[in-house]
């Protein structure tokens, strides 16, 4: 869910099902007008989609779970990404987590089937880095002959993967069919970039996520590494030596662009965004960048304080 999109945005201590709770009824023509789009888009939790948005765009999210020792959570739902981020800075044991099953992702189908779906497209985080998207492939497997459901690799994750989920939703909304809205995002997916400064490598290694960045490990005593996300894999992008470096590498990259779009600052709870805008402004004033804050599902990987930009290149 994509947490505190700005000063107005949920509390980021409400969860899922707080918002849910508190929200009042739609109107019945604004209900009836949801229940008959006939494509409905289903994501996961990766997308970090602020549970509002979610809910405005009609966009159903299957959580991840995470895990603290011996005790499992469910992203979203009875975890806060306030709670999170509290437990990842006193808990000894440094998070885990885990796909869906694949019955979770068979609800949630049946669900949009029941309130009227022709179609559903599922956008899920890259393959490359988790077994959701498989997960979401054997649930739709369960129903075949039942409605057609397209599961996609949005190879991206966290405020990439939720540019991709938003504008499905746009063209679902304003009409378009499955096979439209499945090309369009597998066209996303080539044109989204995820890149992100982190200030450890503790919680990507001990998570067996840290793929082609392996080479950053043994030389990080003052190293703040970067990492590129953008092929749904990480691979490592730069290092720097202080983290003010680290966070003008990153405008880098966005300014080596002509131009971009859904330009994004995801970061875990990091104490220096509004640094971080000040460097993008001569480019991209304040009310051009969308803030999120990065959920447990990716959180517990990229660790505490991470800093990232996303962005979509114009087609």
């Not at 707080?18 to 209900?31: F, G, K, L, V």
């Not at 885990?96 to 669900?111: K, Q, V």
């Not at 997960?135 to 459901?149: E, T």
Request: proline fraction near 5%; hydrophobic fraction near 40%.
């Amino acid at each position: 869910m994509q947490r505190a999109l700005g000063p107005s945005g949920p509390s980021p201590q409400a969860t899922r099902a707080d918002i849910d709770a508190s929200e009042p009824e739609r109107p019945a023509a604004e209900q009836q007008e949801r229940k008959i789009m006939p494509v409905r888009i289903v994501t996961d939790s990766a997308a970090d989609l602020e549970a509002a948005e979610a809910k405005e765009l009609g966009v159903e999210v299957v959580p991840l779970s995470i895990r603290f020792g011996s005790v499992e959570y469910t992203d979203g739902v009875d975890l806060s990404v306030e709670q999170f981020y509290d437990k990842l800075g006193s808990s000894d044991e440094l998070p885990e987590t885990a796909a869906p099953s694949p019955g979770a992702f068979e609800t949630a189908f049946r669900r949009q089937a029941d309130a009227g779906a022709d179609a559903i497209v599922c956008i899920n985080l890259s393959s490359g880095l988790s077994a959701t998207m498989q997960a979401a492939q054997n649930g739709a497997k369960a129903l075949q002959g039942d409605i057609d459901v397209r599961v996609v690799d949005s190879r991206s994750i966290t405020s990439g993967l939720a540019a991709q989920v938003r504008r499905a939703a746009q063209a679902a909304a304003d009409g378009a069919d499955a096979d439209a809205i499945e090309s369009m995002v597998r066209d996303l997916a080539t044109r989204t970039h995820v890149i992100g400064a982190l200030d450890t490598l503790d919680n990507l290694r001990k998570g067996g996520r840290i793929g082609g960045a392996q080479a950053l490990l043994g030389s990080l005593l003052a190293i703040k590494p970067l990492l590129d996300i953008s092929t749904g894999e990480v691979a490592e992008a730069g290092r720097a030596r202080t983290r003010r470096k680290a966070l003008q590498v990153l405008r880098d990259k966005v300014f080596e662009r002509p131009a971009v779009e859904e330009l994004t600052l995801a970061h875990g709870m990091a104490p220096d965004v509004d640094e971080m805008r000040e460097l993008l402004s001569p480019r991209y004033p304040a009310d051009q960048i969308r803030v999120a804050i990065i959920g447990a599902t990716i959180g517990a990987h990229a660790g505490p304080r991470v800093m990232g930009v996303t962005w979509l290149d114009p087609a």
